[in-house]
């Protein structure tokens, strides 16, 4: 199934209307967000990439009342048979694996890219769930193939069952309750109670979740990054050649006081350096991402490819740009101006292609920022 990236996805409401009315704020169920949907995604597919050990995949059941959780890869003999216990595979970053799911996200833009985390999808038996939860972050809940019921609660807090491998609601309370068929979808803000329970043995689930940052790992980040771009001399140690005889040896005086605090305040950081920090600590690829560095090449070979085919970021890889400083992979990108209007594209299309218009000079200029990103696995030609 083909998608245009300019569909809209929300129904009868306006992105701008969603944005104001209910990102962050309360739930929408949207019927036929996209009509006579038919999965591109399959079953075998989601096997297929599950048994991937650099994939993220999770089995989850329940069983004599505990809900079990395994993690991946997993062989052919660990999926159960439906004829079991119900049960639920879910695999995250989809959209690294299949050039579908990731077309799939362009139908969210209308969320920055800096907030999009991945897309995760998820195969239930019937009467297959992971349970009452929570998330602390926003979700798309799309329905693929099958049906699944889903549940809401309203509740402010929740209990959490402890002898569960997985966070439990063990005092959910249903609000609301839909059954999502194909093409249906429901947005949950962070923090609601919601529970998904299959309605058929072939229930697919697409869920589009976003990055939520907290504040400690920001805060704490930023200090590594500061240490790592500390400008300051390492070898000019501390010196008192005035230190006056103590009456109590034991005692920090003020003088070591004032001078230590001296030391810290020389530390400093100004909006430069903070939207390095923001750009690289956006950028940074999830967790054992895997990029395949590509064969040696000219800039002269990579500009003749890019007058006659297009460009592709890697599924892998996150762009995003400040202004006209642009951030790949938690690396800052050197450009020049004619360069700019490009990388723009790439980051905002996560495509590009080279009009013939652009002269020599600058077309050599844009393949030298190129050329290191297509060597490191970042980029790639559309073939």
């Not at 694996?97 to 799939?104: G, I, K, T």
């Not at 652009?358 to 297509?374: E, F, Q, R, S, T």
Request: proline content about 5%; aromatic content about 10%.
């Amino acid at each position: 199934m083909r998608l245009d990236r300019k569909n809209h996805i929300l129904g009868k409401i306006s992105n701008d209307v969603f944005l104001k009315k209910y990102w962050q704020k309360k739930p929408l169920l949207i019927r036929d967000a996209i009509k006579n949907f038919k999965s591109p995604i399959t079953e075998k597919d989601l096997f297929r990439i599950a048994q991937n050990e650099n994939a993220i995949s999770r089995l989850i059941e329940f069983k004599r009342g505990i809900w079990q959780v395994k993690y991946g890869p997993f062989k052919k003999s660990d999926v159960p048979k439906k004829i079991n216990t119900p049960w639920t595979i879910l695999v995250q970053n989809i959209n690294h694996h299949l050039p579908f799911a990731e077309s799939f996200l362009n139908l969210f833009k209308f969320i920055p890219y800096a907030r999009l985390d991945d897309l995760m999808v998820s195969f239930a038996t019937k009467k297959g769930s992971v349970g009452p939860h929570y998330d602390s972050y926003d979700v798309f809940l799309f329905q693929a193939h099958g049906e699944r019921e889903w549940k809401i609660s309203d509740q402010k807090k929740f209990s959490l069952d402890k002898k569960s491998a997985i966070k439990i609601i063990t005092n959910f309370k249903t609000k609301n309750s839909w059954v999502l068929k194909p093409g249906d979808m429901l947005y949950l803000p962070p923090n609601v109670g919601h529970w998904g329970i299959s309605q058929s043995d072939d229930c697919l689930t697409y869920s589009i979740g976003f990055r939520a940052p907290g504040t400690f790992e920001i805060q704490s980040k930023f200090l590594d990054f500061i240490q790592d771009n500390l400008i300051t001399n390492q070898n000019d140690l501390y010196k008192d050649p005035n230190l006056n005889l103590q009456k109590n040896p034991a005692e920090i005086n003020s003088n070591m006081i004032k001078k230590i605090q001296q030391i810290v305040n020389q530390l400093r950081w100004n909006a430069k350096s903070i939207n390095t920090f923001i750009g690289q600590l956006l950028t940074e690829p999830i967790e054992g991402a895997i990029f395949e560095t590509s064969k040696s090449m000219t800039v002269e070979i990579l500009i003749k490819d890019l007058e006659k085919k297009p460009l592709k970021l890697n599924p892998k890889t996150r762009m995003l740009f400040i202004k006209n400083n642009f951030y790949i992979n938690g690396e800052l990108i050197e450009a020049d101006k004619k360069s700019i209007v490009y990388l723009k594209q790439l980051a905002n299309d996560r495509e590009i292609s080279i009009k013939s218009s652009l002269n020599k000079k600058d077309l050599n200029a844009l393949g030298m920022v190129l050329l290191p990103l297509y060597l490191s696995g970042f980029i790639d030609f559309i073939q």
